[in-house]
């Protein structure tokens, strides 16, 4: 109940804040529209050279991509705007304010900022997913969009673990402001299933920066291609990722000293 | 003049060089659309044979040359001037007797390629290694045809900048025009795909339009995939839009410079 209360007095804050720069989110949506309409036209340019992609036909895509703008979504409206705080206040000390409210601290760094006019795009990412799904059509079993939901969930909390632990690294080596700009970097390589990349590039994306993980997986468990024991995998990283990563944060916050000390 | 292009040089390249550690994250940033690109199209093309004509070995030399034409004809111009319009600093730079765009600026544009084209020649290799490309189609005459027009879209493309970054002295909203920029530039210069497997009327536009000049052109002249008089007809292009670009340049700048010192900041 406390941390809804928080959450919603987070949203109205920074509803007020967006409501400065009305011109500004007309112009976002816009170029926003832009971008959803490119991605799109370059579907339908692979597709008119190919029938599938890595065996993943033009439905399948459009869904992976509407699961690749909710992890982007994720990206934008959250990561970037608190990262940014975040490095600021480790800077010029003002972390202290934040530590101070009798609140969790992660919680608190984590919902502190949003990008408000971005949950169009969440609408639109399941608009695409949804749409995706019909176009590809045929087997999808109610248990197969479950299993799609989790893994998505699971899939996000994993990459979100791992902003965590990036940003706690800014505990121990104060001129990591880099910190994020790896996750973002090979955000793209989310767009496309990862079977259709070469081996070295698939690693990565699957082990070192799980981009793939949030959003080749869940589309796998959607075309029924995971055996229960990968599902079950899957959800486990995602839960252990979570613990690890607060563990990492409150190690970390031990470390904190202020910016005058 | 001589003289003062070699102060700025020595200015930027000590500036430039001070954010290295920058450059592994700009070039991996910078990397990994491309190498996309060049999996999902050598995927496509290894499943059937070949995409309408276009080998395996075709799309991984197209995406190897353009990881080097992309970083010759690229520049950073909005992201170094552009707050400087914004928040006034750029008074300082007005009163020296040199442009700040065509000189200062440009230098450290230069400056900052120098440094990710050395940056780049290390990562160029291991992925020849990994992708293995054979560039037996390539020959000497086409690669020196190429630098030219290489130069001359660097030239294009920064002075079109730079009239983006000038419409700051209008408004706030620059970084979005530049993005719808950037769009144009993905459509119509073959970073996403070779023009010619794009639907025919976006070649057909592409032909008469500045981008294909920083991608597609050069690309395709390295690679000898070019008859005589359709080098010709590039090369004129080029000379046009250099042209066009540099008096377009002119009256943005012109112009908006005036604003600047109208509103007094």
Redesign the interface.
């Known amino acids: 109940m406390h941390t809804l209360k928080l959450l919603s007095a987070f949203f109205k804050v920074n509803v007020q804040m967006a409501l400065a720069y009305r011109a500004d989110t007309v112009v976002n949506i816009l170029l926003n529209l832009m971008w959803l309409g490119w991605e799109l036209l370059s579907l339908n340019i692979i597709f008119s050279n190919t029938t599938s992609l890595g065996g993943w036909g033009i439905g399948e895509l459009i869904a992976l991509l509407g699961v690749f703008r909710l992890v982007n979504t994720m990206m934008i409206a959250l990561i970037w705007p608190n990262t940014e705080k975040f490095n600021q206040s480790i800077r010029d000390g003002s972390m202290d304010y934040t530590i101070l409210q009798p609140a969790n601290s992660m919680f608190l760094v984590t919902f502190s900022r949003m990008t408000i006019w971005r949950i169009w795009d969440l609408v639109l990412a399941i608009v695409l997913i949804v749409v995706g799904i019909n176009i590809s059509g045929d087997t999808t079993t109610s248990l197969n969009i479950l299993t799609f939901i989790l893994l998505t969930v699971s899939g996000a909390i994993i990459i979100y673990s791992l902003w965590i632990v990036l940003i706690s690294l800014t505990f121990w080596f104060t001129k990591f402001d880099n910190n994020v700009t790896i996750l973002q970097a090979l955000l793209d390589a989310g767009r496309y299933p990862a079977t259709v990349y070469p081996v070295w590039l698939r690693i990565i994306v699957t082990f070192v920066i799980p981009i793939a993980v949030a959003t080749t997986v869940p589309l796998q468990a959607l075309r029924g291609d995971l055996d229960a024991v990968r599902i079950l995998m899957f959800i486990a990283i995602g839960i252990a990722s979570f613990l690890v990563a607060s563990r990492v944060w409150k190690a970390g916050l031990k470390r904190y000293s202020g910016a005058s000390s | 003049m001589f003289l003062i292009f070699q102060r700025l040089w020595q200015v930027n390249w000590a500036e430039q060089w001070q954010y290295r550690?920058?450059l592994i994250?700009y070039l991996?940033?910078w990397l990994?659309?491309p190498?996309?690109y060049l999996?999902?199209w050598t995927?496509?093309a290894s499943?059937?044979g070949d995409?309408?004509g276009f080998t395996v070995n075709d799309f991984v030399t197209y995406y190897m040359v353009l990881l080097i034409a992309d970083q010759i004809t690229s520049n950073i111009v909005i992201f170094t001037m552009g707050y400087k319009i914004q928040d006034g600093t750029l008074s300082g730079e007005l009163i020296r007797p040199i442009h700040p765009m065509l000189t200062n600026a440009l230098v450290n544009n230069i400056a900052f390629k120098a440094l990710t084209i050395t940056g780049l020649i290390p990562v160029w290799i291991v992925l020849f290694f990994?992708?293995k490309p054979d560039f037996s189609t390539v020959t000497l005459t086409g690669i020196l045809l190429s630098i030219p027009v290489m130069i001359c879209a660097f030239f294009i493309n920064y002075l079109i900048s730079a009239s983006i970054t000038s419409i700051a002295f209008w408004t706030t909203?620059v970084y979005?025009i530049n993005?719808?920029y950037w769009?144009l530039i993905?459509?119509f210069s073959g970073q996403?795909?070779p023009l010619s497997?794009?639907?025919k009327v976006i070649q057909e536009i592409a032909q008469y339009l500045p981008f294909q000049l920083l991608m597609y052109f050069p690309i395709q002249v390295i690679l000898g995939n070019l008859s005589r008089p359709q080098i010709i007809q590039g090369y004129v292009m080029a000379g046009i839009w250099l042209l066009l670009a540099l008096a377009l340049f002119n009256w943005v700048w012109r112009n908006g410079v005036r604003r600047f010192s109208a509103v007094g900041a």
């Open positions: 550690a920058n994250m991996l940033y990994v659309s190498i996309i999996a999902v995927s496509i499943s059937k995409v309408n990994l992708f909203r979005s993005e719808f769009a993905l459509l996403f795909v497997l794009m639907p």
